[in-house]
């Protein structure tokens, strides 16, 4: 009996080495990948097996039959299909894990390079956030200094060097020339300046001035014709890409008008204070000369030196009168100021300013309704009254009429009068006194109110009345208006402060105490 032979021994050896072999795929591979590999070897095998003929163990077969011979070929083949398997899956596994770790290092390089664009990104959106910020900054700039500009009192406008033509030119420039803004700017620097002074004018803009330089007086022409003298102040800069000049005119006219009202306060205000001394010496020289007549008149034993003396006592008191006006005129008169209803004091001088005006001269008040109180000095508002009277008086040589009104009013701002510059807002109580005479000349009302100032003539009048009445008023802390033209009459308005709350207050519990 003939043993195995070698390929019988290999069918049946090989075979044991596949089911190890599919196990260890599998433990390492995975059921998912190689799993229809292990099946697909195992059904193989299978068939192989089943190809094979049964027979008993005890039959002798020959060495190297053909089945046997398959079988182990087979197996061979497969063990070399599983190594090819496992050398395909290694490589594959290696490529993942090389896939894997190439996909990490991308991930990697991509979150870094996220995280700088999102850092670049955050610092580009700071910077444009803070270039918005500059640029609105730099809109707001420019329109509070164009607003400067265009808004500013003083008269400005920019012309180009070279052609002369305007760049700018804010509104008091335009008022000052009278012309519309879209008529200004079509004009040139040229076209504002008599045809004299072009050529002066063009070589002056011809000299570079970097810093603001006086350029002396020039006269321009506005839209109506007429020509404004103006003092110019010159600055070279660049605008809007163009070399030009911006030019500051001052009225030189309404300067000198300013400077003239200046000096006229300035002029009273001193012929005031020298008033006021001199009435205050004077005073003290006639107390003193009143005192030695009123002791010799007591010693005096002859008719003649008591008539003497009754004449120098006659001119003291005259120079009394004198001292008192020029205090009210300076505004130092001793006040003893009490709660006033100014329609009763006029009623009660009615008679009196009857006397004054004459036959000839109607007199006609007309009180306002529910008067506020004031505080006041009877007197001094009774020679106030008297003064403006008589005055009226004086300006209607073959009569007329006299308007006296009372009201309460509101004042909100300066009075139009530009001789009348102490007003204030507040409530006052206005009188207002209104003849239909001869008027004043615009020179007359411009000093109306220095003291010695008359239209009487030499030696017809002191030059006190109205003075002192401006001193009274004044001292009271009120203000006096006038407005008048020749021929058309005069109108002397006195406002005068109402009395404070408290004080109103204080007075009607004064009265209604009194009524209990």
């Known amino acids: 009996m003939n043993g195995p032979g070698v390929f019988g021994l290999l069918s049946c050896a090989l075979p044991l080495t596949i089911p190890s072999y599919a196990l260890r795929l599998v433990r390492r591979y995975g059921t998912a990948r190689v799993g229809w590999f292990v099946v697909a070897a195992f059904s193989a095998l299978a068939v192989l097996y089943l190809l094979k003929p049964l027979r008993p163990m005890s039959t002798v077969t020959p060495a190297g039959t053909p089945i046997d011979l398959m079988i182990s070929i087979a197996v061979i083949l497969l063990v070399v299909g599983m190594a090819h398997v496992e050398t395909l899956l290694s490589l594959r596994q290696q490529a993942e894990e090389s896939e894997r770790r190439v996909r990490a290092e991308c991930e990697t390089q991509a979150k870094a390079g996220a995280t700088e664009l999102t850092n670049a990104n955050q610092q580009l959106l700071q910077k444009i956030a803070s270039l918005e910020e500059a640029a609105l900054a730099l809109r707001e700039s420019e329109a509070e200094y164009r607003f400067l500009f265009l808004e500013n009192p003083q008269p400005m406008w920019v012309f180009d060097l070279r052609s002369f033509r305007f760049l700018a030119v804010n509104k008091a420039a335009l008022q000052q020339y009278g012309f519309p803004q879209e008529d200004f700017m079509a004009l040139t620097a040229r076209d504002l300046l008599p045809p004299a002074a072009v050529v002066r004018f063009q070589r002056d803009a011809a000299k570079p001035c970097s810093t603001a330089q006086s350029r002396g007086n020039w006269q321009f022409r506005r839209k109506d014709g007429s020509f404004v003298d103006v003092e110019i102040t010159a600055l070279d800069f660049r605008c809007a890409g163009y070399p030009a000049r911006l030019m500051l005119s001052s009225d030189t006219a309404s300067r000198r008008e300013q400077e003239k009202q200046f000096f006229e306060v300035q002029k009273q205000e001193i012929a005031r204070q020298l008033a006021g001394g001199v009435a205050h010496h004077f005073n003290n020289t006639m107390s003193i000369i009143s005192s030695h007549v009123s002791l010799l008149s ?88 008297v003064n403006l009277i008589l005055n009226a008086r004086d300006a209607m040589p073959r009569g007329g009429k006299v308007t006296l009104r009372t009201e309460s009013v509101r004042v909100g701002g300066p009075s139009p009068d530009e001789h009348c510059p102490a007003t204030r807002s507040g409530s006052f109580v206005r009188l207002a006194i209104r ?78 105490r009194m009524r209990c």
């Not at 003291?451 to 009120?478: D, I």
Request: include cysteine.
């Open 298 to 385: 007591h010693e005096a034993h002859d008719q003649k030196t008591s008539e003497h003396l009754n004449q120098i006592s006659t001119a003291v008191n005259c120079a009394a009168g004198l001292s008192r006006q020029l205090l009210m005129a300076s505004g130092r008169f001793a006040m003893h100021e009490e709660m006033l209803d100014l329609n009763v004091l006029l009623r009660q001088l009615q008679p009196m300013l009857g006397r004054l005006v004459g036959n000839e001269v109607t007199l006609q008040p007309v009180y306002g309704s529910d008067l506020p109180r004031i505080s006041a000095d009877p007197r001094l508002l009774e020679h106030v009254i």
């Open 435 to 512: 003849d239909n005479g001869c008027g004043m000349t615009p020179e007359v009302r411009a000093h109306l109110f220095e003291p010695f100032f008359s239209t009487r003539g030499v030696g017809k009048g002191r030059g006190l009345g109205l003075a002192s009445v401006y001193g009274a008023v004044n001292q009271h802390g009120g203000w006096i208006e006038c407005s008048s033209e020749p021929g058309q009459g005069t109108e002397f308005r006195i406002f005068l402060p109402e009395l404070p709350a408290a004080a109103k207050q204080s007075e009607t519990e004064f009265r209604r």
